[in-house]
């Protein structure tokens, strides 16, 4: 059992409050995950030149200071950092995959969670509520986002297992419910030269989605081949830059509620999460139908 939210304004005078808006909605979904939390923001993008790779440090003492100038040294270029706790958001001129490759043999300790041009990417271990205070949630501003709270089942509680995962750039997804076949789906990417990172069942949705966007299928048709590949118990909230999409398996027996009025769209696992947003009770409430894919554009 895991808890996720999302969340994304269409009206442009609240996107300010979007991670003020998003704290109470995550923290209203601790009982269903209190292990670990995490979120993807996604932002007005950066210049075409330029894009973003947010990083993790854990439990390592990272002077940032030397890091960036480092980098800089090696791959000179527009570089700036902004860092929240132990994560850091990196803004670059560079090409991204020059600057992981940089960072896994100069800067081990760090993970790159995501890279995009909007996206921005928060996960630790601990309580909703501890995490949403470590990076200072209700202060993200933004378009839209996807939230998560979890309960391990079938993993290792770390952060690199919390959710939400990512692949490509600006794609990410949260989970609940349990993969049957992921080891499957894994043999299948992985010849195509797909790797993988952790052995967390939703990683392996993940990248099968994110591999049939790069091979040129929309959001809403990359989930749909899923129903064929992917076997198992599931409601899968997924961001891009520019959408958010929900879908449930056949059998739909993990909970979700949509919320939706003329400023936002509002997903949770339970109502509990979103009874807080102003203007829900006048809201379009209703509970997404099995292998429908919902899709809203920002």
């Known amino acids: 059992m895991c808890g996720i939210v ?3 304004l269409k009206n442009p005078a609240l996107r300010p409050r979007l991670g003020e808006l998003m704290v109470p909605m995550l923290i209203g979904m601790t009982e269903r995950g209190p292990d670990s939390a995490g979120l993807a923001v996604f932002t007005q993008p950066v210049a075409a030149s330029l894009h973003k790779l947010s990083l993790y440090a854990g439990e390592h003492d990272i002077d940032w200071s030397t890091f960036l100038a480092s980098l800089t040294a090696a791959l000179p270029g527009q570089h700036e950092l902004k860092r929240a706790g132990n994560h850091g958001v990196l803004t670059t001129s560079a090409a991204p995959d020059s600057v992981t490759a940089w960072i896994e043999t100069h800067a081990a300790e760090l993970t790159v969670l995501s890279v995009g041009r909007s996206i921005d990417l928060y996960k630790d271990i601990g309580a909703p509520a501890d995490v949403a205070k470590r990076y200072n ?3 993200l501003h933004g378009t839209h986002l996807v939230g998560h709270t979890r309960m391990a089942t079938e993993s290792a509680v770390t952060p690199a297992h919390a959710h939400p995962f990512t692949a490509g750039r600006d794609f990410c997804l949260v989970h609940n419910g349990s993969l049957s076949n992921p080891n499957l789906v894994r043999r299948k990417l992985e010849p195509l030269g797909i790797e993988f990172e952790t052995d967390n069942d939703t990683e392996a949705a993940c ?16 989930v749909r081949s899923g129903f064929e590949e992917l076997d198992g118990f599931y409601t899968f909230l997924m961001g891009t830059d520019t959408e958010l999409a929900l879908v449930r398996d056949a059998f739909a027996c993990k909970p979700a509620i949509v919320a939706e009025t003329d400023d936002y769209v509002a997903v949770a696992s339970e109502f509990r999460g979103l009874a807080h947003l102003p203007g829900v009770h006048g809201a379009k409430l209703f509970e997404p139908r099995p292998q429908e894919v919902y899709s809203w554009r920002i």
């Not at 990248?207 to 990359?222: K, V």
């Open 6 to 8: 999302g969340l994304l």
């Open 137 to 139: 949630f209700a202060n």
């Open 207 to 222: 990248r099968y989605f994110e591999w049939r966007l790069r091979e040129g299928d929309d959001l809403q048709t990359a």
